[in-house]
DNA sequence: GTCTATAAGAAGATAGAC
DNA sequence: GTCTATCTTCTTATAGAC
């Protein structure tokens, strides 16, 4: 990897550990394992390295975004995917989602940042809000609107049924990024809350006692 | 109010608003009407400051958590007010938790802070997901637990039921922390989560409860 | 307890050789 | 592009008068 991308990488990790203010240019250039005037060759100063970080993440987002509305728009594949979708299957979902956020290096590194320096500059908690929170109900919401619209589930509000699936997740990953020696404890939680979601958001009760016996039979 | 109070007081609300490192002594000193050095007749150094915040928080959350034990303790009389708890009173219940987390000035000043200072220190990262986190489902989880018991609630596992209660309020709250015109749209999201969560917990729709009762009497 | 003056040191950034 | 040497500025903290 090159230099200049390797000084956003690194000043990445440690201002996702320590926050901007804490970690100093020379700490950058060590770990790059060049001298901290180097580095003045590749970035005008230390807001600019950071400035770039926002800039790449801003690049991955619109990425995996336009990904997402590709999948999206073309709802009759989704439809067709979900029209079935069994408790186990919606466990695996909202695993994922978790795993992901929590797991995916850059994600992890950037959210604990963003995190650290949200009051700092408004721009960023809503960069922060818009990627952790909106965007992420937007296309859950998408998703279990498809469910429900297959007569699976109840016909609640489908935005706060979004919110009762995914914020149990989001607190979930909030205490895994503060105290990551929980995390086998919160995916235990994380799987009983979608199976007692799922109960709760099923048309028919038979349907989730037949659903349990196959999943006890599949274990 | 004393010197050296105020000065506790201006320091916390600077560092929930920039962060520890980017609070300058003299920016303290400033707010309270002295120079930074007589800042130093009071606390040995900037440290010190922070240090006497986190345990004038320690005092004020021992006291708050004595006095919830002792109102919990008596489960009897808690039993008796949450006996006939309508939907309403579920709303208001957490509507409250809301809006104490939200505008109480010291809380959410404290919460701030800890939210920048957290990954700077494990010790605060704690203190947050006790306070914040498990000590509220706790105490939640002992009320929901009560109501459950009361035969009003749906014998689902109390713990993700309160999980279901509390995290979306959390989320909530972390949106406010961070975009505080969207404090309406908020409370109108946690009504609308409310009253959802009391249709999906509540025993009264004709669904089969006897299998469920003989499983709850078998655990 | 508060002030002015100032020491001590840290950290960002530049100059200029190689 | 990287280095050493150095400048500059900012910030904490102390000294000592009042």
């Known amino acids: 990897m090159d230099t200049k991308h390797r000084i956003l990488e690194e000043a990445l990790t440690l ?3 320590k926050g901007y203010a804490n970690v100093y240019v020379a700490d950058i250039a060590e ?3 060049i001298k901290a005037p180097s580095l ?14 926002i800039e790449e993440m801003n690049r991955r987002f619109m990425e995996q975004a336009s990904s997402l509305k590709i999948n999206g728009a073309d709802a009759s594949i989704d439809a067709e995917i979900y029209k079935h979708i069994s408790e186990d299957q919606l466990v695996a979902l909202g695993r994922d989602l978790f795993l992901y956020f ?7 590194r950037f959210r604990k940042m963003l995190t650290i320096e949200q009051f700092h500059d408004k721009k960023l908690a809503d960069v922060y809000m818009k990627q952790y929170v909106d965007d992420v109900l937007s296309y859950q919401g998408m998703l279990l609107g498809l469910i429900a619209s297959q007569g699976i589930l109840k016909t609640e509000n489908v ?3 979004t919110l009762h699936f995914y914020a149990p997740i989001y607190m979930l990953l909030t205490i895994c990024d503060r105290e990551p020696e929980r ?9 009983a809350h979608i199976r007692q979601f799922n109960r709760l958001y099923s048309r028919d009760e ?3 006692q037949d659903n349990k016996k196959k999943l006890w039979r599949d274990r």
């Open 40 to 53: 003045y060759k590749h970035y005008k100063n230390k807001q600019a390295i950071f400035d770039a970080i």
């Open 15 to 17: 201002f996702s550990e």
């Open 183 to 191: 995390e086998a404890e919160a995916l235990k939680t994380l799987e």
């Open 159 to 161: 935005e706060i049924m």
């Open 102 to 108: 929590i797991h995916d290096d850059y994600t992890r």
């Open 31 to 33: 770990r790059v394992g």
């Open 206 to 208: 038979k349907i989730v």
